[in-house]
């Protein structure tokens, strides 16, 4: 069992930044693929980006290519989201993923491949 918890949501200016964080549990968190999504309300999740296990790969939706990075710290535990000139757009819950069973190469960025999720964190941006 893997267990996340996202942290650094809030409330952010439109051009402004936040950085999100996620802690994962358990001892082989460098074998998991990570990734952040987002979801507004009655909407389904959208994928943000997504890092390799080794942090050698990453993968991006294009509305946030440029803007955001996601990065890794395998001796913490932790993934990050480092997202500049927000948008009203980028409005969301964010949440943090884990993919167990993971292949070298690009993550993938369907929602059905990530086997865990934490309960995530809202970031909400004003004009």
């Known amino acids: 069992q893997v267990q996340l918890v996202e942290s650094g949501g809030g409330l952010v200016q439109a051009g402004g930044s936040l950085r999100l964080s996620c802690a994962a549990s358990?001892?082989?968190?460098?074998?998991?693929?990570m990734a952040w999504f987002r979801q507004a309300p009655g909407k389904d999740r959208e994928f943000v980006a997504a890092?390799?296990?080794?942090?050698?790969?990453?993968s991006y939706a294009d509305s946030v290519k440029g803007r955001f990075t996601i990065s890794r710290d395998n001796a913490k535990n932790t993934v990050y989201l480092q997202m500049n000139s927000l948008k009203l757009e980028d409005r969301d819950i964010y949440y943090c993923a884990a993919k167990t069973l993971s292949r070298v190469g690009v993550p993938p960025s369907s929602p059905s491949d990530y086997d865990y999720w934490g309960q995530g964190t809202q970031v909400t941006v004003s004009s």
């Open positions: 890092i390799s296990r080794s942090g050698r790969y990453t």
């Open positions: 358990g001892r082989t968190f460098s074998t998991y693929t």
